[in-house]
């Protein structure tokens, strides 16, 4: 037990463990985080659905959806990728929750438009190519390790068209400030949330000041097994996300909060970002 505790005290190294499959792809925890997407009184695995409204408005404002081709990253329930099709465009969502995937391609309406659904991993599987419009919203993109973001990036990059956009939010350095480390503990932590059997959770909050990333680690203890999640998120200024746009082939074409033009706190914000001499 001593080394147990010992090893849950312990500062991991940056980026050094990926679990973000566990979260969409165990049984238990994707029924979880699909009952979460589908809740309208939490905004921790989806943001309301009348600021999911005013984003889908914004970006027909912008880019004109109908008749656009368009991939939604990470889709989820595919409650953006239904309001994108309803106004005409050519959508598929990608996700490697099979769960998500389910409900989306059972309950989504395409309206005026037309829709599919595909269980994939966006950094593995291949991208459609020839698209107008590439989003990945929630900020997925932060939980992402550097390498990937550039392997992600390449990818996006050779799937849009010569006038295509990538549109997607990420944390601010706003959002990092508010970030404190510290350990809580509690049986059946998140009330079930993690198994439907009792357990005790270990939720640890490290941040890594130099690379601007916050770690919240949950190790949970069955009476079988003890086993780990780890949600990185890496918080970025202005200037740094535009370097790192820049080295795979981006420029910024446009920095909002129209993603969600409730938070005032400026803890996220909106990127449009296009090819070189697109």
């Known amino acids: 037990m001593f080394e147990e505790l010992s090893e849950i005290h312990r500062k991991p190294n940056l980026f050094s463990v990926y679990t973000a499959e566990t979260l969409w792809t165990e049984p238990h925890l994707a029924q979880q985080m699909l009952k979460t997407h589908l809740d309208q009184t939490t905004p921790l695995a989806s943001r309301p659905l009348h600021i999911i409204?005013?984003?889908?408005?914004?970006?027909?404002?912008?880019?004109?959806?109908?008749?656009?081709?368009?991939?939604?990253?990470?889709?989820?329930?595919?409650?953006?990728?239904?309001?994108?099709?309803?106004?005409?465009?050519?959508?598929?969502?990608?996700d490697f929750s099979a769960s998500s995937i389910e409900y989306?391609?059972?309950?989504?309406?395409?309206?005026?438009?037309?829709?599919?659904?595909?269980?994939?991993?966006?950094?593995?599987?291949?991208?459609?190519?020839?698209?107008?419009?590439?989003t990945l919203i929630y900020c997925d993109f932060c939980v992402l390790s550097p390498s990937q973001?550039?392997?992600?990036?390449?990818?996006?990059?050779?799937?849009?068209?010569?006038?295509?956009?990538?549109?997607?939010?990420?944390?601010?350095?706003?959002?990092?400030?508010?970030?404190?480390?510290?350990?809580?503990?509690?049986?059946?932590?998140?009330?079930?949330?993690?198994?439907?059997?009792?357990?005790?959770?270990?939720?640890?909050?490290?941040?890594y000041?130099?690379?601007?990333?916050?770690?919240?680690?949950?190790?949970?203890?069955?009476?079988?097994?003890?086993?780990?999640?780890?949600?990185?998120?890496?918080?970025?200024?202005?200037s740094t996300l535009e370097a790192e746009l820049k080295s795979r082939g981006f420029e910024i074409d446009d920095i909002s909060n129209r993603f969600d033009a409730s938070d005032t706190e400026a803890h996220s914000f909106t990127v449009v970002a296009r090819r070189f001499g697109s």
């Open 53 to 94: 409204d005013q984003t889908v408005q914004w970006l027909d404002e912008k880019f004109g959806l109908n008749g656009k081709r368009i991939c939604d990253l990470g889709c989820g329930p595919g409650l953006y990728a239904e309001r994108y099709a309803q106004r005409g465009a050519q959508v598929e969502g990608m």
């Open 104 to 134: 989306a391609t059972l309950n989504s309406d395409p309206g005026r438009g037309s829709l599919a659904f595909r269980r994939a991993n966006y950094l593995t599987d291949a991208l459609p190519t020839q698209q107008d419009l590439i």
């Open 209 to 238: 000041e130099t690379a601007a990333v916050s770690l919240d680690l949950f190790t949970i203890v069955e009476e079988q097994k003890t086993w780990r999640v780890y949600n990185w998120l890496q918080h970025f200024s202005q």
């Open 149 to 207: 973001r550039a392997a992600l990036l390449d990818k996006v990059h050779r799937s849009l068209n010569s006038e295509g956009s990538f549109v997607f939010d990420v944390s601010s350095m706003k959002a990092f400030e508010t970030v404190s480390e510290g350990i809580v503990f509690a049986r059946n932590y998140m009330d079930g949330f993690w198994t439907a059997d009792e357990c005790y959770v270990f939720h640890s909050t490290w941040k």
